[in-house]
């Protein structure tokens, strides 16, 4: 039955004895290829889980010196020798700096401009009383010399 089923081969193989010691061969080749690739497979697998661990440990240390580099950081910025602290503290001194000394000019322009406006108030009061004064004799003036002309023609309002 195999003879006719393996016709090529059972010309190269007389009998199925050898056929079949043949066939046990080509297994134990085979399950030693299995074996090999298990072998292989396996050491895979455990080359796998250690990068696994060194990549877990590796992540963890990782881990623990950013952690170490932030207290570091909060410590230095309690203490007040952060870098970037320091660096943005500059800043926020200039700008405060800054900011005081256009508020100081500010109330420079303010006190200038309060007495320019008292000054201003001032002479305009002294130039309104002038204005008054000046019209009031002028009145004076012309009552007077309306007096004198009612006098000498005789005719004035109080006759």
Do not use: C
Request: net charge negative; aromatic share 6%.
């Amino acid at each position: 039955m195999a003879s006719t089923l393996l016709s090529p081969m059972v010309d190269y193989y007389n009998d199925e004895e050898e056929l079949d010691s043949v066939e046990e061969e080509d297994d134990r080749s085979f399950r030693g290829r299995d074996s090999e690739e298990d072998t292989e497979d396996a050491s895979e697998t455990d080359l796998a889980k250690h990068d696994d661990d060194d990549y877990v440990e590796i992540k963890e240390q990782m881990y623990q010196d950013k952690l170490a580099s932030l207290k570091r950081q909060l410590q230095q910025l309690q203490e007040g020798s952060l870098q970037e602290y320091q660096k943005r503290m500059k800043k926020l001194d200039q700008q405060y700096k800054e900011r005081l000394r256009n508020t100081e000019q500010v109330e420079r322009n303010y006190i200038k401009e309060k007495k320019a406006a008292v000054k201003e108030f001032d002479d305009k009061k002294v130039e309104l009383k002038e204005n008054l004064i000046a019209e009031l004799e002028e009145k004076k003036k012309m009552i007077e010399n309306e007096k004198v002309t009612m006098e000498l023609t005789g005719r004035g309002i109080w006759a």
